[in-house]
């Protein structure tokens, strides 16, 4: 005993770096048993910062967004919505936008870093609950539409006003200002698009609807018999066609969303559920409804759903759904002028398809109309609409200038006299109109199809001949 003691103490003296590396050997080869890893996957030689780092990742799906959600709740509590305009002004960040804006912008700078801007056209990024994308423009024609859910973060701490520094949140603010231990935010899950959704599933679908369970249950989701406290039922486009069961029923009843196999497949595709609208079977066959262009599934079938079209026949056409062309109505006329104009606004970085028409409309009886409706293309009961009777003529006149303006950013004589108009970041920009020629704004619009030629700098006759191939489908 004594020997042995005395020997391990001759090797303990002598060979001791080594002995400590197998035991730190041992220790590793214990904890990769133990957490089923693999051995050396963590290298000894990191610093201690990134370890801390590693920690955040390794608790990120379970932990760091309770912890964002306390952060939140403590720094709600004690800053004003001034003093977190003030802070992401300090830093470079948006301070633009609604309080709520604001507060999501501050509070996800506070506690993940400040953003860096975007790598395509320098502007700012602004998480939308699903994923950061780009608020910048490429021009005053389209929005930048980079997204991504692992945006760039300054590799600094962020800067902190008087303000906030006497805050009672001062010390919970600097536990996060070292960016070497900031955790990482990781957005969505996506392997799992149906997470947190109950689904229901009924008629003859192309696969069985085992299959399907299987495939909805490993993607996240839950599949129920009832219709109750579900997101959606998943039908055969056939159930429409037959007039639809008394399930499908019921769920129409209870306004339960009624999609098509497609959704299944197109979600799991994408890794992220899809918008509901777009596979809607239900509204799709619905007579005079429509679901929004830009929630539209582009495929053959997308032209067939979009009901609501602008039809204006020529510049001389009075709106059907004024219903004042029954009655005799007509376009007014002044100095020259036609008082009829239809819009368009598309930006896909922004997600806006937008159509808008004014009139004013002269009955045989002698009173004087203004139309006014907007909205987005394939929503239409949803529009902005008004009909309103003037009996002041010039008032009318300049109620529609101002309309105009505001939706154009330009001045409404210059346009119509000269054809002088500048595109506004944002604003629509007005269809030119040809007495006589059938125009339709919508149709193939979100299926980027559609072509606005007007105005170009052309061959007169190449324009003319572009013009007519372009005026069925104005885009």
Known sequence: MKLHETRSHAHAHGHGHGHGDEEKIMTRKQKAEQLKSNEGKESPKKPKFEVGNDQYEEKATFDVANEFEEFCKSVREHLAIAQMREILEANGQDSSGSDASVAIKCLDMLFYGPLEKCQIC?????????????????????SCVYKTRSPARKQEPPKLPDSALNSPVADLLKKYEDPRIRPHRYVGVTDKPFLGMMISLMGRLSRTHQFWKSKIEKHGGKVSNSLIGITCLVAPPAERERGGSSKLMEAMERGVRV???????????????????????????????????????????????LSAELKLYGKRGVYKDTRLQEQGGQIFEKDGILYNCAFSLCDLGRSINEYCVMQLIKVPDGALHLYYKKGRVGDDPNAQERL?????????????????EEVTGNEFEPWEREKKFQKKPL?????????????????????????????????????????VLCSQEIY
């Open 427 to 467: 604003k629509f920009y007005p269809i030119d109109m040809d007495d006589g020629v059938d125009v339709r704004c919508g149709g193939l619009g979100q299926l980027q199809l559609g072509v606005a030629a007007a105005h170009c700098k052309l061959e007169p006759m190449v324009a003319n001949f572009m013009k």
């Open 388 to 404: 309103e009777e003037w009996k002041d003529v010039d008032g009318a006149v300049k109620e529609f200038a101002r309309l105009f």
């Open 122 to 142: 320098n502007g700012d990024l602004e998480f939308d609950g699903n994923r950061y994308s780009c608020k910048g423009t490429y021009s005053e024609w389209s």
């Open 259 to 305: 999609v098509s196999e497609t959704w299944l497949l197109d979600s799991i595709e994408k890794q992220e559920a899809q918008p509901l609208e777009a596979y809607d079977i239900v509204t799709d066959s619905s007579v005079g409804k429509g679901i929004p262009g830009d929630k539209q599934v582009a495929d053959e079938s997308a032209p067939e759903s």
